[in-house]
């Protein structure tokens, strides 16, 4: 049998995770772990990198985003699960990207520009800042990944990582793979204002929110505002409830939309609908999260477990690139 290709992905543990990491990340996860070779990364340095004012959260969101990847399915027998920092050879590769790396791509970076803009209130003017997807594209090829599962805004560190590795084969006769993304068919969800899903606008509903909360956020939702009555008829696309309801109410989305249409469906009755799929889907992952955070020893062994695994990789690879250079 042909070796499986690499995966490699990663999340920062900035807060709790919610619905938009469910459906855009982890399903998608636990679906390529059956396929692939896959490494499953706590980005705690990228986590830093923007949090550092206020780190004090750092060791509890951890925790709790590893407690979520395997309540929602995540299997470490199946899947690498580790903690950036654990394993140094991440930093060691980043140093050689970074020799490499021409500023002006970093400056020319759409998401650093963006950062700087939406996250003005904090000192981000930082040298590590700049060199965020420097390291992003250390996290892949430490692994030699050739795939990296992400959300289409990350694609431009893609770009970049590819760059970086052109470079880095040219420079020191490397055969780093040129890593590709695969992104997800399933539609963004949006936040529950209409706005993007976002920790700073508060517009999610998170992995362990309890059953009755989901139900009140669901009932807070916008929906198409050209119906005020019942019979009025309805506009789905321009409804949210509707986004989430193609997502969590796979059978009923035709009948959903003509219903709306038609003005045969109150909105108030259609996110009770949405409020008891939503809970339907998470209530066993609610189950299994709060019975792995009373085991937060289970979960220190599996980072523990990870951190050899992913060390024994990375080391492997960077001796390879240290032979090539210091030889
Ligand atoms: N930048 C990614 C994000 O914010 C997280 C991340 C860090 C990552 N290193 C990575 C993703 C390597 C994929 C591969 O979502
Ligand atoms: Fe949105 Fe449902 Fe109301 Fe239609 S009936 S506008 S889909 S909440």
Sequence with gaps: M?????VLSGMRP?????LGHLVGALSNWIALQEEYSCFFMVADWHALMSEYERHQSLS???????VDWLACGIDPDKAVVFLQSDVQEHLDLYMLFSILTPLGWLERCPTYKEQLQNLSTRQLQ???FIGYPVLQAADILIYE???VPVGEDQLPHLELAREIVRRANYYFGLDLPEPQPLLTKIPRLPGLDGRKMSKSYGNFISLGEPADEVTKKVSRMITDPARIRKTDPGHPEVCSVFTYHRVF????????ERDCRAGKIGCVE?????AGNINARLEPIRSRRQELLAKRDLVMDILRQGKERAGAVARRVWSK??????S
């Design 145 to 147: 990944a050739e795939l």
């Design 126 to 128: 930082t040298h590590a």
């Design 2 to 6: 042909a070796e499986k290709k690499v």
């Design 270 to 274: 259609c996110k009770r609908h949405l």
């Design 60 to 66: 509890e969101y951890i925790v709790d985003n590893v």
């Design 249 to 256: 109410s796979e059978g009923d989305v035709a009948e959903i």
């Design 14 to 18: 900035t807060g709790p995770l919610h």
């Design 321 to 326: 690139i240290r032979q090539k250079i210091w």
